[in-house]
């Protein structure tokens, strides 16, 4: 058999060794390709319209935008939890850890929801059941899929209660929830999105519910969590200037549309869609302070009302004729920057 000769220390190169930056390359663990999803009303509503975003493990993706502009409804979609009575997914593909979503049955779905891909949502005093003692509550996705064994459990959920910074546990797990603070109820309910250590975990304005230092500890406290877990997270939020401390990158979105994603500096810095600049102008805490406030005239459509050609055009102060019939495309300007404006067309 021919040996391979390494290369001889008398042959190597005298030169100096350049310095190669090595960017490692972390795999996908949620893509989401040309996703649309309809109203079953009559007539049908086009609600969410080509959606296309990818994470990657460990990374956490925030999605801003108006109220009404389609957050929830694609976090739910994640999932398909949103009632096939009212919804179709009419387009599109959801790629979990490499397994299409809205291909798989509803037994391998239910082994997903809450396992590996979990939620919280913003008002804690619902997402809870006030009937019941927050101990049954919070081991009951354990129980379902990792063990039956109750003392474990509890151990795991004391492990969690504690690491989100809660004490006198015992006391709390024989609570119900209508006896603690919304501040104590969403840590609860970020213990119970972990006890089975999942891969996504999906956050919908999550502190929006809280006054605001209550807001900034809960949000140390989930960069200090997915720092420990390796997990993704997906950040929903209406406010800009909140993520902008929390997010690798941001995904826009209005009316049902992906208007804008980018590296979030980058994206605030320099945003490329009329939509992320009014966006930025009209933080109340201001991103970039020393500009003036500004409101974006006019409110987010509602799906009936989407405009035929680009959604965000009945409001766009830099609306040209062309917006009015035609949609702008999701252009890819640079690596990890797409912007869905005809002024980021590139000239032929
Ligand atoms: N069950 C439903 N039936 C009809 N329309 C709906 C339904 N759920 C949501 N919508 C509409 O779909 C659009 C997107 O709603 P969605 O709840 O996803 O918005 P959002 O961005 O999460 O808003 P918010 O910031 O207020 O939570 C809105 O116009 C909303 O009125
Ligand atoms: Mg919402």
Redo the contacts with the bound molecule.
Sequence with gaps: MKKINPISKAKAPKTKPTKVKVEIIKPEILSIQNLSVT?Q?KPV?P?LQNISFSMKEGEILALV???????????LSITKLLPVK??EYTTGSIIFNGTNILHVDDEKLRGIRGKEIAYIF?DPFTSLNPLKKIKDQIIESYRIHISENEREAVDKAKYLLNKVGLTELDERLNSYPGQMSGGMLQRICIASALMCDPKLLIA??PTSALDVTIQSQLVDLLLKIKEENQMSILF?S?DISLVASLANRIAV?YA?QIVEIGETDALIDRPTHPYTEALLRSIPSGVKSHQRLAVIDGI?P??ADYPVGCHFSSRCPEVMERCKIEKPPLYELIKNRCSACFLREKKK
């Design positions: 109203i009303a509503l609600v935008g108006e109220s009404g502009s389609g957050k929830s409804l694609t976090a009212h919804f913003q919908d304005e929903i209406h979105m049902g987010v509602s799906p």
